[in-house]
């Protein structure tokens, strides 16, 4: 296989397979039932769809989560004491200037 392997933790972020297999069984025995049994093949596809939905939903809150600790990894290193990668920062100073700012009170 080529290409770039994702880490443990993306991993295990991504639903498994067994996951996904599951819940296509279970959509797929609610329709029947629905379609075999109650004979209102729209409520089957109400409830596939909610499953849908809520798997969407689920995958779309991990993936906010993921570009939250981004943004917070960005933050972390642009804010750091030492400039962080871009070499900005307070400076070697910044902290005399703080401690002469709590004096100041």
């Not at 067994?18 to 729209?42: D, H, Q």
């Not at 798997?55 to 943004?71: D, E, I, T």
Request: hydrophobic share 45%.
């Amino acid at each position: 296989m080529s290409g770039i392997r994702p880490s443990p933790a993306d991993r295990a972020r991504e639903p498994s397979t067994a996951l996904k297999v599951a819940l296509g069984v279970v959509a797929f025995l609610g329709f029947a039932y629905s379609l075999l049994i109650a004979t209102r093949p729209l409520l089957g596809a109400l409830f596939v769809v909610w499953i849908a939905g809520f798997y969407l939903l689920w995958r779309f809150l991990h993936l906010a989560g993921r570009l939250v600790r981004a943004v917070e990894r960005l933050a972390d290193a642009t804010e750091a004491p030492d400039g962080g990668p871009s070499g900005r920062g307070p400076g070697p100073d910044a902290g005399a200037r703080d401690r002469d700012r709590e004096r100041e009170f």
